[in-house]
Every structure is written in structure tokens, then in C-alpha cells.
């Protein structure tokens, strides 16, 4: 188990940024991919995007390629998710998630349990 702190979340206007981090407490960071998932109002939570263990692998939803970038500190046992070019349809919480790549990637259709969830942080896009 990997605990998971989220933070960076606010609000921000259309077109603007926003840069959320996700820290670890435990000791096996660099062992976990990490994912970052958005939910919003009414809808399903899906995979904004993904890297490995070491950062060599990404993965991102075809929303936001292109204007999201995943990236990791190891020694700092943080992920980050830099967002670029907010649009309203990007209001949603954001949850970081620690499991392994392929169950980060299948999760929008297996939902097999992920090995750690942060609390999510909140990021409300206005126009």
C-alpha cells in the first residue's frame, strides 16, 4: 500500500493552467506506476493519464494529449499532472492512483481494484 496525498486543485479560467501534485508516504514509490483519474458531476471516473514506474512509459486520454503532461520525481515520491489549456469540459476532481501500468490502463473497463487512491482535488474550470 502506497498512501497518496493530492494537492493544486482551484480554480482557474479557460485557457489558463494548473499544476497538481500527488505525494507518497510509503517506501516503495518508484516499484508503482502512477495514474492520474478525473470524475466529474453524473459521470463515470476515467484515465487522464498514465506513466511508469520509472516515467519511461505514458499514457494519456485523447481529451487531453496534447495539452496535459504526466510526470514523476522519484526521489521526491511525487507525481505530478501539469495542465495546460484548461477548457470547461476539464471541471472534474482529480484522483492520483498507484497500481501497476496494465491495470492503470484497463481500469475504464475492468474496475479491478487499484493499489492506492488519493483523496482527490478539485479543479473547476470557468469561462
Known amino acids: 500500500q502506497v498512501p497518496l496525498v493530492e494537492s493544486g486543485g482551484g480554480l482557474v479560467q479557460a485557457g489558463g493552467s494548473l499544476k497538481l501534485s500527488c505525494a507518497s508516504t510509503?517506501?516503495?514509490?518508484?516499484?508503482?506506476?502512477m495514474g492520474w483519474f478525473r470524475q466529474a458531476p453524473g459521470a463515470e471516473r476515467e484515465l487522464v493519464a498514465a506513466c511508469s514506474g520509472s516515467g519511461f512509459s505514458t499514457h494519456y486520454a485523447d481529451s487531453v494529449k496534447g495539452r496535459f503532461t504526466i510526470s514523476r520525481d522519484n526521489a521526491k515520491n511525487t507525481v505530478y499532472l501539469q495542465m495546460n489549456s484548461l477548457k470547461r469540459e476539464d471541471t472534474a476532481v482529480y484522483y492520483c492512483a498507484a497500481a501497476s501500468f496494465s491495470a492503470l490502463l484497463g481500469y475504464e473497463m475492468r474496475r479491478d481494484p487499484l493499489d492506492a487512491w488519493g483523496q482527490g482535488t478539485l479543479v473547476t474550470v470557468s469561462s
Open positions: 510509503g517506501r516503495t514509490f518508484s516499484q508503482y506506476a
